[in-house]
């Protein structure tokens, strides 16, 4: 991985709705522009993923989705959709003064990416997906539920979350719980409900260091906290069926786009076979199947596959 640079420029951007997105740009200004997508909704960028880019190649956005991270907002929920996170890449895109970009995501920055592909093709130049994710009810019980792959793969990890969640709303699933705490009582039940989902989740996002360190990885309560209330909101308000279908006929009519699309084999929050379907419905696009993978594009086997792809891609122009 590359060096850890500063940004050269950063700034906040009004979107309305009473939300400010947090930006950054690194690496070269005068490099070729690229876009990074992070995960959750509502995780946030992180400064780590900047060690994924040449930064003597790429002129690099980062910015934090709307309530995540740095940016600002009077309610974190307030018109927060993946609509309205389309038109803020436009907005940004625009603001920047940028025609064509290369567009990294990553879990659910690749559905968000996706989602963008389906209505500005015109202004991607490449597609760059790792973890590839389609916010299917499939996808959300291979990681949350008791009868999901990640559960059975790490049951003593999973223990925590089937305990908290068994009593409360039988025969509905933890996102569907969880959402019912945080309207119900946010500050207790709800905050406590993000602890415990949030250190499951990170137990089953990273393979290449210890569990017992798991815990000195976490971010602030009141980050984790954010994050899950997004994750939830977007789940029972916003991922349909149909999200899926909307992707798949997005990328067959993608094929003058150049698409990579990177998934460890063992990732236990997206599943592998998500992303062989796309590949599927892709024309040209090219599936990198990470051996020793798991989730996050941080493992060490993963951020080495994504580095190899973002150098092999040709320069525009």
């Not at 050269?8 to 709705?17: A, P, R």
């Not at 907002?73 to 436009?90: G, M, Q, T, W």
């Not at 999200?243 to 990328?251: I, K, P, S, V, Y």
Request: glycine residues 10%; hydrophobic residues 40%.
């Amino acid at each position: 991985m590359y060096p850890l640079n500063d940004p050269y420029d950063f700034g906040f951007l009004d979107v309305g709705h009473g939300h400010s997105l947090y930006y950054e740009l690194c690496g070269n200004p005068d490099g070729e522009p690229a876009l990074f997508l992070h995960g959750g909704p509502g995780a946030g960028m992180t400064r780590e993923a900047l060690r994924l880019f040449d930064p003597q190649r790429y002129r690099l956005v980062m910015f934090d989705q709307r309530g995540a991270g740095k940016s600002r907002f009077e309610d974190c929920l307030a018109e927060n959709s993946p609509a309205a996170l389309v038109k803020d890449i436009e907005t940004l895109r625009a603001h920047l003064g940028i025609d064509r970009w290369l567009v990294f995501g990553g879990s659910w920055g690749t559905a968000l990416a996706l989602f963008y592909a389906g209505a500005h093709a015109e202004h991607i130049r490449a597609l760059v997906m790792a973890g590839i994710f389609t916010a299917t009810r499939e996808e959300l019980d291979w990681q949350a539920e008791a009868s999901g792959a990640a559960a059975f793969l790490m049951p003593e990890w999973y223990v925590p979350v089937a305990e908290f969640f068994t009593d409360d709303l039988a025969g509905a699933t933890v996102w569907h719980k969880m959402q019912g705490l945080f309207e119900r009582d946010p500050d207790g039940l709800g905050r406590q409900a993000a602890q415990i989902y949030m250190r499951w989740n990170r137990a089953i996002s990273r393979h290449d260091i210890p569990y017992a360190v798991l815990d000195q990885l976490k971010d602030s309560e009141e980050v984790d906290f954010r994050c899950m209330r997004i994750v939830a909101h977007f789940y029972t308000h916003h991922y349909r069926p149909e999200n899926q279908q909307e992707m798949f006929r997005t990328a067959q009519g993608l094929a003058g786009v150049p698409c990579h699309i990177i998934h460890g084999r063992y990732d236990m929050i997206c599943p592998m076979q998500t992303a062989w379907a796309l590949h599927q419905v892709y024309p040209g696009s090219a599936l990198h199947v990470v051996q020793d993978g798991g989730h996050s594009g941080l493992d060490a086997s993963i951020a080495a596959q994504i580095i190899d792809v973002l150098n092999s891609i040709e320069s525009e122009g």
